[in-house]
């Protein structure tokens, strides 16, 4: 990792384009029931605040570990919201 700011960057823009997919699949389908995709929405929002909660987080013994797991929950969490909209 580079640093902190592209890090949040990283966040905003992984997190951002899943709220976005979010919105086109509910364009498309305007008939369809939103209270599974406003869900995802909310737990990108939930997560975004999480991470970057983390990433200003003071303190830290070892940033390297610290930074890595937030790339590694920013993955798997990007993943799971991927695979819910999928199943929409």
Known sequence: MANVRNLKKDINYVLGDIIETVYIWESANPDKDRKKSEAIIDEAIA???DLIEKVNAK????HKTHFKGIVDE????GRAMIDKINAL
Do not use: I
């Open 47 to 49: 997560t975004f605040d």
């Open 59 to 62: 303190g830290v013994e070892n």
């Open 74 to 77: 920013l993955e798997t969490k």
